[in-house]
């Protein structure tokens, strides 16, 4: 099942997606929202809304504003770096890795990082360029997985059982605050660094085990691989960030990002004001926004 948030006369509303139809169809008052979709999911509920998205008359898809399929301040969202072995080197040759994270790829440890919540925008959403402040920003194509059913201490065995599904996440970063600060944090979470959606995917549609991973920039093609090449699998995340954090329904863990990135190229690629990055997850969906002078 395809969920997606939207606004409805500046109301976020939750709906499902008809990709057939190219329709959304209101799940209202089933949900007070997507974290407490999340929460009361069951097969049952699973099956009404399925029934209603089949029976219901859903409203075309270009006469609604998609929102991030995640409810933007409401939950943690969890980073992974340096997760497939062509963007650790790129990144290392490429002069702006630098902070405790430097030395990790081959590590036997993720490195993981957040961004704050505040950086979340939808499809569509303009991605400030924040030209006071970076002259390096950058993309990273991600697939994002949606936590459903909390816990701690999952072991790696269970780790399925804890997700409820996937969207796609484009990972901007500033590469020179990254740098220069010698920490992750501030280089990623600057206002409108995470784009989010276009819907979110239940997990038994997608085996997120081997997905196609791309971005395109002003429709040139930048990055391409596969969740197969992922350096840490997705139940050694979960595993390893819920070791001591108890993960909650909604909250979001980015897998991390493949080769190709603005900072990979010589001499680099960044992003400017007019530019259009477009990622996409095979199966999962694909996710535009233009670069904006902010």
């Known amino acids: 099942m395809r969920l997606v948030r939207y606004d409805r006369g500046g109301t976020a509303s939750v709906g499902v997606l008809d990709p057939q139809a190219n329709t959304v169809v209101d799940v209202e008052p089933e949900s007070a929202g997507m974290d407490a979709l999340i929460r009361a999911w069951s097969p049952d509920l699973a099956e009404r809304l399925s029934q209603a998205a089949r029976g219901g008359a ?55 990082f957040t961004k704050a919540a505040s950086s979340v925008i939808g499809p569509n959403d303009g991605i400030p360029n924040h030209a006071d402040l970076t002259s390096a920003l950058d993309y990273e194509a991600e697939l994002a997985v949606v936590v459903g059913l909390g816990g701690r201490l999952i072991a790696k065995a269970d780790a399925w059982e804890h997700v409820f599904g996937y969207t796609v996440l484009n990972d901007v970063t500033a590469r020179d605050l990254q740098r220069n600060h010698q920490q992750w944090f501030l280089g990623k979470s600057l206002d409108g660094f995470c784009p989010l959606g276009p819907c979110l995917v239940t997990r038994d549609e997608v085996d997120a085990s081997q997905l196609a991973v791309r971005a395109w920039v002003n429709g040139e093609l930048r990055q391409s691989a596969n969740t197969a090449d ?18 909650e329904p909604g909250d979001i863990i980015a897998t991390g990002t ?37």
């Open 258 to 294: 493949p080769s190709g990135v603005g900072a990979g190229f010589d001499p680099p690629r960044f992003l400017r004001a007019g530019d259009v990055v477009t990622v996409e997850v095979e199966r999962v969906g694909r996710l535009s926004n233009p670069v904006v002078a902010g």
């Open 230 to 247: 992922l350096i840490f699998d997705i139940p050694t995340l979960i595993a390893t960030i819920s070791a001591g954090i108890t993960l």
């Open 58 to 112: 859903g409203t075309p898809l270009d006469q609604v504003r998609l929102l991030a399929p995640c409810q933007p301040g409401s939950r943690e969202i969890f980073c992974v770096g340096k997760n497939y072995l062509e963007h650790a080197a790129e990144f290392e040759r490429s002069g702006y890795d630098s902070g405790p994270a430097q030395a990790s790829a081959g590590s036997p440890y993720p490195v993981i």
